[in-house]
């Protein structure tokens, strides 16, 4: 003959039943300890009472279970005090109380699936608000994509027939053609890197000396606008950082300085390392019309572009720096005065120097001979 043995999935349904197991027994004890002991009957009852809402407090069993299982506790704790009054000659006055703690327990009951109701809305309208977000970043990685291709062959025609045209009227139309898809295309590249910045993956970290990246982005942007362009402070910083990217950001960064200044103008660039040595932030500064400052709060949201009167931008230049920034486990930072300028400081954590590096390692460019160097723009 062989023995019947219980299945796995069996034992383990008995073993996460032994709550309710051990509460029917206590119900049952507290059932006697009224029906023996009339004089003391309140201890039992309430006892059933507070380790039923304690259990259901962990179980947090369905509406209609609870409201069936506290129907059966009322009436049998209604039953067992019925008797033992009857019995002892005590009344039936204590009854009323078993009414008050079925009408409480039925209070709890309704607060938690009000409670359960409530999570569970939020929970939806977390999750379709998670599923529209990530629909809107495909679309804006798909569409900045398949426009990119399109404005590039659109752009490399006009410009070709820009310096076909000889009639300055043309001439002048085509430019403002060139113009428009240049500023298309900044725009789609700009979409596709800001979409692209909510991805794990969006960086490729290395070393990245940041006094030398200033260095290099002044040699870059001084040629394109007439203003005084100058070297701030230089101290060492080198960050785990994606080159490319940072180098998006701060172009993002000096075109917005150019479009506020005008001719003659200060633009000033620095590298400033907190005195912790765990922070550094590469500063843009400049002596332009400022920010008012009702605008400041919103001067990072998409599509924002100021009032000034320079060239027309993206209006996604300082949600794309920002982006970059955030990607890096870093802030942006601004402080302006309407008309008298804005200081742009985009902060990074600096990485750990490896063991046996010396401050030799890599050199900085001395402020002043570089001013010298740099002169002002003609």
């Known amino acids: 003959m062989v023995r019947a043995t219980s299945s796995p999935a069996r034992q383990a349904d008995l073993l996460s039943r032994w709550p309710e197991r051990g509460w029917a027994a206590l119900w049952a004890a507290c059932l006697a300890g009224i029906l023996a002991f009339p004089g003391w009957q309140d201890v039992p009852f309430y006892l059933i009472w507070i380790s039923l809402a304690v259990l259901y407090g962990f179980r947090d069993w369905?509406?209609?279970?609870?409201?069936?299982?506290?129907?059966?506790?009322?009436?049998?704790?209604?039953?067992?005090i019925g008797?033992?009054?009857?019995?002892?000659?005590?009344?039936?006055?204590?009854?009323?109380?078993?009414a008050l703690m079925a009408a409480m327990f039925s209070a709890?009951?309704?607060?938690?699936?009000?409670?359960?109701?409530?999570?569970?809305?939020?929970?939806?309208?977390?999750?379709?608000?998670?599923?529209?977000?990530?629909?809107q970043r495909r679309f804006l990685q798909d569409a900045s994509h398949?426009?990119?291709?399109?404005?590039?062959?659109?752009?490399?025609?006009?410009e070709l027939l820009a310096s076909a045209l000889s009639?300055?009227?043309q001439r002048r139309d085509i430019h403002v053609v060139v113009g428009e898809l240049d500023r298309l295309r900044k725009l789609s590249e700009r979409l596709l890197l800001i979409a692209a910045s909510e991805n794990p993956e969006f960086l490729r970290p290395e070393p990245v000396a940041l006094e030398r990246l200033i260095m290099e982005l002044l040699r870059r942007w001084r040629p394109t606008a007439r203003r005084q362009w100058q070297l701030g402070r230089l101290d060492q910083?080198?960050?785990?950082?994606?080159?490319?990217?940072?180098?998006?950001?701060?172009?993002?960064?000096l075109e917005n300085a150019i479009q506020h200044t005008a001719d003659d103008d200060v633009i000033r660039l620095s590298v400033l390392r907190d005195p912790d040595g765990s922070v550094a932030r590469m500063v843009i500064e400049d002596s332009g019309e400022g920010i008012a400052t009702g605008d400041l709060d919103a001067i990072f949201d998409r599509f924002r572009?100021?009032?000034?009167?320079?060239?027309?931008?993206?209006?996604?230049?300082?949600?794309?720096?920002?982006a970059v920034a955030r990607g890096h486990d870093g802030e942006l930072q601004v402080q302006s005065v309407h008309g008298e300028g804005s200081r742009f400081e985009l902060a990074l954590p600096v990485a750990a120097r490896p063991a046996g590096a010396t401050a030799a390692a890599l050199p900085v460019a001395r402020p002043a001979a570089a001013q010298r160097a740099i002169g002002r723009q003609a």
């Open 167 to 169: 009639e300055p009227q």
């Open 83 to 98: 008797l033992a009054a009857g019995r002892s000659g005590l009344g039936y006055a204590s009854l009323g109380k078993v």
């Open 62 to 80: 369905p509406a209609q279970h609870a409201i069936c299982l506290s129907a059966g506790v009322a009436g049998s704790t209604a039953a067992a």
């Open 108 to 135: 709890m009951i309704w607060h938690t699936e009000r409670r359960r109701s409530a999570d569970a809305d939020r929970c939806r309208v977390s999750a379709e608000n998670e599923r529209l977000l990530a629909a």
């Open 237 to 253: 910083a080198v960050v785990q950082a994606d080159r490319e990217r940072l180098r998006l950001a701060m172009d993002a960064l």
């Open 146 to 158: 398949q426009l990119r291709a399109p404005l590039a062959i659109a752009l490399g025609h006009a």
């Open 305 to 322: 572009t100021g009032a000034g009167g320079g060239p027309r931008g993206t209006g996604l230049g300082l949600a794309l720096a920002q």
